[in-house]
Nanobody, 113 residues
Framework: QVQLVESGGDLVQSGGSLRLTCEGS????????MTWHRQAPGKAREWVAT???????FYTDSVKGRFTVSRDDSKNTLYLEMNNLEPEDTAVYYC???????WGQGTQVTVSS
């Protein structure tokens, strides 16, 4: 079955850290452009980060220097390491296979002030 499953969301205090996980199945995530997005309450879904097959990474300005996207090919898993979290980072986070537009189900991140 081809799917993406996110996990790792939690409630953390401002300044804290979390690592989100996106486990792929049915296809190698290393072969495609993978992205992270987030959707805050009452707002549109926004792009957060991209990891290209060759390893290039891209980030939206608001998370540069705080978030890191990576993958473990042996586990077919994508990660989003989030440090120095802010209340504005509160959202449901989704991973996506950009090329097929397949989404995971999302994982909730809540940052308290």
């Amino acid at each position: 079955q081809v799917q993406l499953v996110e996990s790792g969301g939690d409630l953390v205090q401002s300044g804290g850290s979390l690592r989100l996980t996106c486990e792929g199945s049915g296809f190698p995530i290393s072969d495609v452009i993978m992205t992270w997005h987030r959707q805050a309450p009452g707002k549109a879904r926004e792009w957060v980060a991209t990891l290209a097959p060759g390893g290039a990474t891209f980030y939206t300005d608001s998370v540069k220097g705080r978030f890191t996207v990576s993958r473990d090919d042996s586990k077919n898993t994508l990660y989003l390491e989030m440090n120095n979290l802010e209340p504005e980072d509160t959202a449901v986070y989704y991973c996506q296979d950009f090329e097929s537009s397949m989404w995971g189900q999302g994982t909730q991140v809540t940052v308290s002030s």
